[in-house]
């Protein structure tokens, strides 16, 4: 069974209002009922970090039940910065871990890293980059006894990158740089399995396939 497959808005803390009229299936919102916070997203709302690392780590905090944390990466920049201050800062403060179950990375395989650096679709330091961050991040989560599991990507470009955790799934393709090559410093757009279900389907079909 699908390590999302049993997760549910309530368990996440989070509600589902239906907007009324003639456009109400194009506007549901999602409220991350957060202290203090009351957020309303549209389904596709783009956004840009801090924004999505916010609403994703408002999701994470609300979860009442251990869930796997996915995240579908490039150089894994954003991936090591906002996994060490997930597990960090809460328990400098002495406040639980969050419940998070395990963490799993799908990567570009050496492979591909290997031949698309020579195409120079690849930035040249790209596979160096991404050998530290994912070790950093193992370092991490061992020091919180929380499992890595890091996956390949066999195709390239993969079919977007971004995260997934419980209903929640953020993501965006791969673009072009400025200087050519390809990247995944973009806008993620954020969807739920109860606003758009074949959406947050097809992303954990995708992160859990051998594509």
Known sequence: M??????NQSANGIGIAQASGTNAKAEV??????PGQAEQLCQGKEMENPEYSKVLGDAIKLAKNPTALMGSVGEAEFARSFI?????EPVSRGLPKPSISRVMLKRLSNELVE?????KTLDPEFGATL???LGYIKNTLDRYSIELQVLDWK???PPFHGWIFGDHVFRNSWELSP??????RTVLRYYTKAGTPKMWQDSVDAFEGHG
Do not use: M, P, Q
Not at 84 to 88: G, H, S, V
């Open 2 to 7: 699908s390590d999302v497959a049993n997760a």
């Open 29 to 34: 919102h999602i409220h991350l009922n957060a």
């Open 84 to 88: 060490t201050r997930l597990f960090d």
């Open 115 to 119: 031949t698309k650096t020579k195409e």
């Open 131 to 133: 050998t530290g961050n």
């Open 155 to 157: 195709c390239f470009t």
């Open 179 to 184: 200087s050519g090559v390809f990247w995944v």
